[in-house]
């Protein structure tokens, strides 16, 4: 039995549902990602489980506790909001604090608490300031040592870092992460961002209208997505039927050593730009993987690479390279069978 067990979770606002049954076991010092995109309903799970909403099927539990009808107060979860939700008129060392004062703790153990926790997300020296007087990244650390406070049975984390700036960003998801590691805490986190779930969690719930598409090691969901939609959601921004390759004489797929069949007709194949390589038309083609003959239409410097649109007839393929192909050069586009992510197309929607 894992730590935090959420069980063919329904969850519906009037006549829409919005949660499928959910299935979810979370071990203990584990970080979920939620990942998903805009109203598949990571909000919601997140809100059923600190029990702010209600829930039409299923059960929740946290260590063998059944806290599916627990009011939010009793279910020892806390919950850091996007927004940092602080109290703007109290110093830095007495929001910490706050959740221990409700709770009747004594002065003295609340001060040392509050010092302990001060220096776990490195802001010593800041315990008398206004939080209206600290970075965004300052504020977040605060929302973060304040949730800690009360050792949460769960930490769940609503688009943490969304409101901070870039840089920022980068450097406090790593902070979270190492947090995470050293004190252990079972947590839950919502994101949008495919890099921030890949960065900071131990395993990624993938969620799609309401359901779990696919849960797995950042590994698992980068390299082995199991749908059609995990792939495109984790960057596999080109797509070809089978049906269309074996239609263009300017393009080739071969897989385990065979040219495709008629009977893989059905297949759909799906890869990054990353995972594309570019060469001119005279070089010896490889002879495994999908390999497609076109037309450079346009190249776009992104930094550290410069990314191409190949169009071949009447699809347009991306491919990144660290050279910039003109527009107009012929090329041949390779990506390794080891990179494509084939299904069948009963998979895709
Ligand atoms: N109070 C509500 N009443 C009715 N429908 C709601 C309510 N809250 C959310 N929904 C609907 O439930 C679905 C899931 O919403 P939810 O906020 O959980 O998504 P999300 O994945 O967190 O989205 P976002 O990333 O935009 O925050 C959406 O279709 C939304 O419109």
């Known amino acids: 039995m894992s730590y935090l067990n959420i069980s063919r979770l329904k969850i519906s606002y009037g006549e829409k549902v919005v949660l499928h049954n959910i299935d979810l076991a979370v071990e203990k010092g584990e970080m979920i990602a939620l990942l998903g995109p805009s109203g598949c309903g990571k909000t919601t799970l997140l809100n059923a489980l600190c029990g702010f909403i209600n829930v039409n099927a299923g059960d929740i539990s946290i260590a063998g506790r059944d806290i599916t009808h627990s009011a939010p107060e009793q279910r020892n979860i806390t ?7 602080l109290w703007p008129h109290l110093t830095v060392a007495k929001n910490i604090g706050y959740g221990l004062k409700l709770r009747k703790w004594r002065r003295d153990d609340i001060d040392h608490r509050v010092n302990e926790l001060l220096h776990i997300v490195n802001l010593s020296g800041l315990a008398e300031m206004k939080v209206t007087e600290l970075s965004g990244g300052q504020r977040q650390r605060v929302a973060l040592a304040r949730a800690l406070a009360i050792e949460p049975d769960v930490l769940v984390l609503d688009e943490p870092l969304s409101n901070l700036d870039a840089k920022v960003r980068l450097n406090v998801r790593h902070e979270i992460k190492a947090l995470q590691k050293k004190l252990g805490f079972t947590s839950l986190i919502v994101t949008h961002d495919q890099q921030e779930a890949l960065v900071m969690a131990d395993r990624i719930a993938v969620l799609n209208q309401g ?139």
């Open 79 to 85: 919950m850091v909001f996007q927004s940092y939700a």
């Open 211 to 349: 359901k779990i598409e696919q849960i797995g090691t950042p590994e698992d969901i980068y390299q082995r997505p199991a749908t059609p939609f995990v792939a495109d959601f984790m960057g596999a921004d080109n797509k070809l039927s089978f049906n269309d390759i074996q239609a263009s004489a300017d393009m080739a797929l071969h897989i385990n050593g065979n040219y495709l069949s008629a009977s893989s007709q059905q297949q759909i194949v799906y890869f990054r730009s990353a995972d594309a390589g570019l060469s001119e038309l005279n070089c010896t083609p490889q002879d495994s993987g999908l390999t497609v003959e076109g037309l450079v239409e346009q190249s776009a410097f992104l930094g550290n690479l410069y990314r191409h649109s190949v169009r071949c007839n009447n699809h347009l393929l991306l491919a990144d390279a660290s050279i910039c192909w003109p527009p107009q050069t012929p090329v041949r586009l390779h990506v390794p069978a080891s990179a494509l992510h084939v299904f069948t197309s009963s998979h895709v929607r």
